[in-house]
């Protein structure tokens, strides 16, 4: 958790974080170990943007941010669903923007986890089934990794076509 929390302060691509979890401890415990820094990131860089406040942020993100925090003034569980669903904005100035803007953090958490989960299913499945592809001692285990990794493409495959779906929208 720690760790992931770190990356996010210094903009580390966390989907290349996720994938090195799942080819470490597999499909669930990465999951569940993604899950848990993820949202340990989540938590710490809605902190920060509450404690820096609106101004500072747009002061300092220029016209991009701008954009996002109009978006954010819709507020709510749905809001933070989309907004991690859809590649709006780096995750950690996302989150951060929430904080700045003052979204309810019982809202921003759930709406958050409800748009985090789907990627990170997709991305720790492709991180797991490559170690096992990379590991496989029988063309049976090859198989099974194939497979797992069409399944984690196939899962990120259907998320960006939903999220053009509803950007089109």
Avoid: C
Avoid at 25 to 30: A, L, T, V, Y
Avoid at 121 to 138: C, D, K, W
């Amino acid at each position: 958790m720690a760790v992931y929390a770190g990356a996010s302060l210094v903009m580390f691509p966390l989907s290349l974080l996720v994938a090195l979890t799942g080819l470490l401890f597999g499909p669930w415990w990465g999951f569940a170990y993604a899950l848990a820094g993820t949202l340990a990131a989540s938590i710490l860089t809605w902190w920060i943007g509450r404690r820096l406040g609106r101004d500072a942020l747009l002061r300092h993100g220029g016209k991009h941010l701008k954009g996002l925090s109009r978006y954010l003034s819709g507020r709510g569980i749905r809001t933070m669903t989309i907004v991690n669903l859809l590649p709006l904005a780096p995750f950690t100035l996302t989150n951060m923007m929430a904080g700045a803007f003052h979204l309810r953090f019982r809202d921003y958490m759930i709406g958050s986890t409800l748009g985090i989960v789907p990627g990170l299913v997709g991305i720790t499945l492709l991180g797991s089934q490559l170690g096992e592809l990379v590991t496989a001692e029988s063309s049976r285990e090859a198989v099974l990794a194939l497979l797992g990794l069409l399944a984690g493409i196939g899962v990120l495959y259907g998320l960006k076509r939903w999220a053009e779906r509803r950007r089109r929208r």
